[in-house]
T-cell receptor, first 114, second 115 residues
């Protein structure tokens, strides 16, 4: 069965510092991996995805993530955090086999302190 | 990019009434649509998956007679919450995928409050 873990409920970081939001997954077949951000009372905004190719994926708003197959991880990173990055972040995985659906992690709340 | 809209964005209804939420794919054909429910500060919980022209497949524990899903066209799916109760109050999010697609495109969500 597919599963996604985000081991940290909350991540606090000072503005200007680098941030990391962790994600590990379990899936049959090759994984398709995604990061989304959600602001209060809003839907999910797509940040980036890994389907195939280069393990380092660059996405929206300066975010990037690195696919690590051996560690089954897909951690989200940003070199310099902004206060406006404070939001709820979801990692999602989809197995590569046809017809498989998304599985979401529990979410990590990021707070960037000024 | 692919855009999915939801209507209404928020709705308040009285207990015992029914409410319909629409989900539309604006610039692609959504062969598969998904309905999620999200409680405050929690992750998305998949309620059901629907393929155009077919009956929806509901996840375990989701009452299909209470949450009616219709996917009659390649651009529209509706979720009707029947005989709503306060415990149905939640944030409902739809998403859509085209044929053979890898990604799901998410709508902005609908906040339902049942009084």
């Amino acid at each position: 069965a597919q599963s996604v873990a985000q081991p940290e409920d909350q991540v606090n970081v000072a503005e200007g510092n680098p941030l990391t939001v962790k994600c590990t997954y379990s899936v049959s077949g090759n994984p398709y991996l995604f990061w989304y951000v959600q602001y209060p009372n809003r839907g999910l905004q797509f940040l980036l995805k890994y389907i195939t190719g280069d393990n380092l994926v660059k996405g929206s708003y300066g975010f990037e993530a690195e696919f690590n197959k051996s560690q089954t991880s897909f951690h989200l990173k940003k070199p310099s955090a902004l206060v406006s990055d404070s939001a709820l972040y979801f990692c999602a995985v989809r197995g590569g086999n046809y017809g498989q659906n998304f599985v979401f992690g529990p979410g990590t709340r990021l707070s960037v302190l000024p | 990019g692919a855009v999915v809209s939801q209507h209404p964005s928020w709705v308040i209804c009285k207990s015992g009434t029914s409410v319909k939420i629409e989900c539309r794919s604006l610039d692609f054909q959504a062969t598969t649509m998904f309905w999620y429910r999200q409680f405050p500060k929690q992750s998305l919980m998949l309620m059901a998956t629907s393929n155009e022209g077919s009956k929806a497949t509901y996840e375990q524990g989701v009452e299909k007679d209470k949450f009616l899903i219709n996917h009659a066209s390649l651009t529209l799916s509706t979720l009707t919450v029947t005989s709503a109760h306060p415990e149905d109050s939640s944030f409902y999010i739809c998403s859509a995928r085209d044929a053979g697609g890898v990604e799901q495109y998410f709508g902005p969500g609908t906040r339902l409050t049942v009084t």
